[in-house]
């Protein structure tokens, strides 16, 4: 079983849709929960931390469940601008530090 | 400020030679990290340094060797490259997970190295 697992994709929406991206993490020691945001042949970037009060960014919010182990990615009113792969991202702290990458969903956001 | 920079963008080389990529990062971050990331498969971590002068080990570590000589560079060799280590590889630095000011992590544009 693969320490992080996202939904697989790839996600076609039209615009303005609402799109909804899940991940599970396995280790149950994982400290800090990121989603990241890759555009085709592009470096990763931050889109957002995860917190366990949930936290919301303008048309994007982002849950925790620790007892689950789920971290969700919410888009509402989905632009053209949002196609690309959003990456699920967990670090641990095990005795050394551990940074896991999901392998990423991609969203293609369609006029 | 530059952010992380990555030289060189593109390479490609045949089986058994060597090269080293270079990773600049101006924000002073004590943490350096070294990822492949392959088709399908995610960003897989090689080797990483918590500061100038130490390095440790990754998920993926075999056949690559760094350096960290001063705290703004980090170095990926690969001695003797095999196809299997065509990919892209991504650079990228954070501040100390400990040290309060988050631990998000910056990441360089990428070096694409196909191996023949």
């Known amino acids: 079983r693969k320490e992080v697992e996202q939904d697989p994709g790839p996600f076609n929406v039209p615009e303005g849709a609402t799109v909804a991206f899940n991940c599970t993490y396995s280790n149950s020691a994982s400290q800090s929960f990121f989603w990241y945001r890759q555009d085709c042949r592009k470096e990763p970037k931050l889109l957002m931390s995860v917190y366990s009060s949930g936290n919301e960014d303008g048309r994007f919010t982002a849950q925790l469940n620790r007892a689950s182990q789920y971290i969700s990615l919410l888009i509402r009113d989905s632009k053209l601008s949002d196609s690309a792969t959003y990456l699920c991202v967990v670090n641990l702290n095990t005795g050394g530090f551990k940074t896991i990458f999901g392998a990423g969903t991609r969203l293609f956001v369609k006029a | 400020n530059a952010g992380v920079t990555q030289t060189p963008k593109f390479r490609v080389l045949k089986t058994g030679q060597s090269m080293t990529l270079l990773c600049a990062q101006d924000m002073n971050h004590e943490y350096m990290y070294w990822y492949r990331q392959d088709p399908g498969m995610g960003l897989r971590l090689i080797h990483y340094s918590v500061g100038e002068g130490t390095t440790a080990k990754g998920e993926v570590p075999d056949g690559y060797n760094v350096s960290r000589l001063k705290k703004q560079n980090f170095l990926l060799g690969l001695e003797s490259a095999a196809p299997s280590q065509t990919s892209v590889y991504f650079c990228?630095?954070?501040?100390?997970?400990?040290?309060?000011?988050?631990?998000?992590?910056?990441f360089g544009p990428g070096t694409r190295l196909t191996v023949l």
């Open positions: 990228a630095s954070s501040y100390s997970p400990s040290s309060g000011r988050g631990n998000e992590q910056f």
